[in-house]
């Protein structure tokens, strides 16, 4: 199976870009991880924010095949605990699907279209987060998640 991440726009500071990268490497070891960003809007002043989540909604939808399953990270999504999302993450390796997709949207959220399309949503916390932030989380707690179904000891309990 492979693990994609979509995002909108790209990380403009080098240090969390350099934080996310890491995460993103070590992934690697145990699963086909596949961060990706879709370009952030051009001359969106004029645009509603309907309007931007819908044109960017069209833009995440494009490029989701329809046996992929697709989760949002939404501030009104389930909450994990770290164990409780490994166990997610297993529970979606056994499965047999080819892709997971966790979309990370604009800084509006999500059109009506990609909420319907979505099969799951996701919060990493009841906080507010800016979206380069939330990106370090995912892939950290996506990493955490693999090192507790491996009993490495990166995760303390």
């Known amino acids: 199976m492979t693990i994609k991440l979509l995002t ?3 990380t403009d500071d080098a240090a969390l870009q350099n934080l996310i990268d890491t995460y993103v490497n070590r992934l690697g070891h145990y699963n ?3 961060p ?3 370009p952030d809007l051009k001359k969106t002043k004029n645009l509603s924010v309907d309007q931007q989540k819908t044109a960017e909604g069209k833009l995440i939808l494009d490029k989701l095949n329809t046996s992929d ?3 949002l990270l ?3 999504g389930k909450q994990f605990s770290s164990e409780g999302f490994s166990e ?3 529970k979606r390796l056994n499965s047999g699907m080819k892709q997971l997709i966790f979309i990370i949207g604009g800084p509006y959220g999500f059109s009506e279209e990609l909420y319907s399309r979505a099969d799951g949503k ?3 916390s009841k906080m507010t987060f800016s979206h380069q932030m939330v990106r370090l989380f995912f892939v950290e707690q996506l990493y955490r998640a693999f ?3 491996k009993n490495e000891p990166y995760h303390h309990k």
Do not use: A, H
């Open 32 to 34: 086909r991880f596949e």
């Open 8 to 10: 909108i726009g790209k």
């Open 69 to 71: 399953f697709v989760v």
């Open 88 to 90: 997610y993450i297993q």
């Open 122 to 124: 996701l919060s990493l």
């Open 36 to 38: 990706e960003i879709i």
């Open 74 to 76: 939404d501030e009104n």
């Open 147 to 149: 090192t507790i179904l």
